[in-house]
């Protein structure tokens, strides 16, 4: 079951980016991160894959224009979580009725009892404090299947201002992923970002190191 649970991963900093913080920036239309369209290069991603029946999760999914791309190319298992409760509600109007998709609201690192064979990763990561880096790929490992894959864009440059987004580069996301039980299969400079973004994100695939992992950080359930 899913349950907002924000107790244990407050910013030590100040602003806590929890539930009314990303719910307000959604009321209040502060959503520079919207490409008001799925990105090229998980379209390219989507279109590598051909099993339509694969479990697909979209953590921190926003407007979902992902979502949209897979069911117009036939995915018939698509779940998203978000944590705005007034986005889901939309999102949840906008996909009534169809069966081959899932609008959870809650948090992301609360969602358990399922393992997905595809999780993809858009502006999630950045959004959260860098703090919860280990414990976000510590989630993703827990949440993909045996053969599963985490795919994806991580912003490989720092940003002037405090995020989100929060930045980094390569060298660290290779260790994170590493030292957390993930086997980076792919991270490359993505060619094809939207313009903005172009030189400055990597395209990325991940899965579970072989054997089992053992999760370190106590602060959340897990
Ligand atoms: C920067 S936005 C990116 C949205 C979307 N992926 C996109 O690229 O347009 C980050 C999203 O993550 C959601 N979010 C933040 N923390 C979350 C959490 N702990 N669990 C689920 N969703 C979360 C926010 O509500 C927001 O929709």
Redesign the pocket.
């Known amino acids: 079951m899913m349950q907002q649970n924000?107790t244990c991963c407050g910013d030590p900093n100040g602003t806590l980016?929890d539930?009314n913080y990303?719910?307000a920036?959604?009321l209040s239309n502060t959503?520079g991160?919207?490409?008001g369209m799925p990105?090229p290069p998980l379209v390219d991603f989507i279109n590598s894959l051909d099993d339509k029946k694969m479990s697909v999760l979209?953590?921190?999914?926003?407007?979902a224009?992902e979502a949209e791309y897979l069911l117009q190319q036939g995915f018939t298992n698509v779940t998203l979580?978000?944590?705005?409760a007034d986005?889901v509600k939309k999102l949840q109007e906008r996909f009534a009725n169809n069966a081959n998709i899932r609008v959870v609201h809650?948090?992301?690192?609360e969602l358990n009892g399922a393992t997905f064979d595809v999780i993809l990763e858009?502006?999630?990561f950045?959004?959260?404090e860098p703090f919860m880096r280990e414990i976000y790929v510590q989630k993703m490992n827990s949440l993909l299947s045996d053969q599963g894959v985490l795919a994806g864009l991580l912003f490989n440059r720092e940003f002037e201002k405090q995020g989100?987004?929060f930045g980094g580069n390569v060298n660290q996301y290779q260790q994170l992923f590493v030292q957390n039980g993930l086997e980076i299969l792919e991270m490359e400079l993505c060619k094809n970002s939207v313009a903005p973004r172009a030189n400055s994100e990597v395209f990325f695939i991940a899965k579970r190191k072989e054997g089992v992992f053992e999760v370190k950080n106590p602060c959340c359930s897990i």
Do not use: E, H, K
């Not at 979209?58 to 407007?63: A, L, M, R, S, T």
């Not at 979580?81 to 705005?84: A, K, R, T």
């Not at 809650?106 to 690192?109: A, E, I, P, V, Y």
């Open positions: 924000l980016l539930a990303w719910n920036q959604y959503t991160w919207d490409l990105s979209i953590p921190g999914c926003g407007n224009y979580v978000d944590i705005s986005l809650g948090d992301f690192f858009q502006t999630f950045c959004a959260l989100p987004p």
